[in-house]
């Protein structure tokens, strides 16, 4: 396996660090550690590389802030928390990169800015613009705005999918282990070390346990599961400790550092990408053997005729998963009618459409344009 290309052959990056790594497990925001990445985000600028941040901590160091010690369960109060925390991530921010003469931007998204196909390109066209300002944006989930049921879960999932927005080369995820480990490393001390690996391989996700420190949430699962996802456009994910001094520039440099989960090349167009990164679809559709065979197999559009149920409640244009009778999803599109007509025209010939909905649009549920089939999974 080539590994000393990834980062260094990279011209836009993205770089996660994790909650308790920015905050010292919780004890509050580690001021050297953030102008320590800062000086090296500002190195790579100097090699003519983009990086974007996506850094948690908000809630850690919001509870931090107000003096909890325990992570609240009330979602107003871990809201609440994460607005006082975000204020400090950024000031942190903000004035280690200021040493080095770079302005920063706040983004903060939410799986809806991320759904919502308009919103979606507002979003990169801003992130492009900001990178060709020369400024470093940090991103960050909307902590404020969201529940728990409509949010990204975890700030790896979000890495994964800014890496896809911005279509950067590789996503570099910082975080309190070396990399990944054939096992916990906090539970199982003899864990075997993986230094390379493909992104996707499903024997990874048997390895990876939860979080290990109090204030991170996703643990190594969900770094396997956002390289996978990453790796559906072509970017290489890099596992490391942020605590390595010189990790980036050492990395830019070809050293190879952490654990690197290769990407194989990039699987779908940036819009079939789009589609396949939404986390949360409002409905889905139970297709027969035939349909499967037709739009997995023959590349053809979804009609009427091979979908056996409906499920959820959906307008013309939302994105509804295609699944079969066992559940197993195998397409995921653009529907042009909504929960109710699909309804009444399932099962039925696209040449009835007009008699019994009194209009007729396309022929066509989803049309093969539209969709994207899932040969090895929806990215996680
Ligand atoms: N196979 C594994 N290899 C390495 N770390 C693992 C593994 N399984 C679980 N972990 C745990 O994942 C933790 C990192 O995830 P998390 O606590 O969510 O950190 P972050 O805040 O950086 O996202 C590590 O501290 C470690 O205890
Ligand atoms: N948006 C949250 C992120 C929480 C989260 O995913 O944390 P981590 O597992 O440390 O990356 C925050 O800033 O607290």
Redesign the pocket.
């Known amino acids: 396996m080539n590994t000393e290309s990834v980062i260094a052959n990279a011209s836009r990056l993205v770089v996660k660090v994790?909650?308790?790594?920015v905050t010292n497990e919780g004890r509050g925001l580690d001021r050297e550690a953030v102008a320590a990445w800062a000086a090296q985000i500002a190195a790579l600028r100097k090699l003519g590389k983009e990086v974007v941040l996506v850094s948690?901590g908000a809630v850690a160091e919001g509870m931090a802030r107000l003096g909890w010690a325990r992570r609240p369960k009330n979602m107003h109060q871990l809201q609440a928390a994460a607005a006082v925390g975000q204020m400090g991530l950024v000031q942190a921010y903000e004035t280690a990169f200021a040493a080095h003469g770079l302005a920063t931007a706040q983004i903060l998204l939410t799986h809806e800015d991320m759904a919502d196909r308009e919103r979606y390109l507002n979003a990169r066209t801003t992130l492009y613009t900001l990178l060709q300002l020369g400024v470093v944006p940090i991103v960050n989930e909307n902590d404020t705005v969201v529940t728990d049921e409509i949010r990204f879960g975890?700030?790896?999932t979000l890495g994964a999918l800014v890496t896809n927005l911005v279509e950067a080369g590789a996503l570099i995820?910082?975080?309190?282990?070396r990399?990944?480990?054939?096992?916990?490393?906090?539970k199982h001390p003899d864990?075997r070390f993986v230094d390379h690996a493909t992104a996707g391989d499903p024997e990874l996700e048997a390895?990876?346990?939860?979080?290990?420190?109090n204030?991170?949430?996703?643990?190594?699962?969900?770094?396997i599961i956002a390289a996978k996802r990453a790796a559906g456009s072509g970017a290489s994910t890099v596992i490391a400790s942020g605590r390595e001094p010189e990790l980036l520039v050492r990395l830019a440099a070809g050293e190879s550092i952490g654990t690197t989960l290769h990407a194989r090349m990039a699987m779908w167009s940036a819009r079939k990408r789009w589609l396949v990164d939404h986390l949360r679809l409002r409905g889905r559709l139970q297709i027969d053997e035939g349909a499967v065979r037709a739009l997995c197999e023959d590349g053809k559009s979804l009609l009427p005729i091979g979908v056996v149920a409906v499920e959820g409640e959906f307008e013309r244009g939302d994105v509804v998963a295609c699944h079969d009778a066992s559940g197993r999803e195998w397409a995921r599109g653009l529907i042009n009618y909504s929960s109710s007509d699909t309804r009444r025209i399932l099962r039925q010939p696209s040449s009835r459409i007009a008699e019994i909905l009194g209009s007729s649009n396309e022929p066509e549920l989803m049309h093969r344009d539209n969709l994207v089939v899932l040969r090895a999974g929806a990215g996680g």
Do not use: E, F
């Open positions: 994790g909650s308790s790594l948690s975890d700030n790896d995820i910082l975080t309190d282990q990399g990944l480990y054939s096992a916990d490393p906090r864990a390895m990876a346990g939860g979080a290990g420190s204030v991170g949430t996703g643990g190594m699962l969900t770094k």
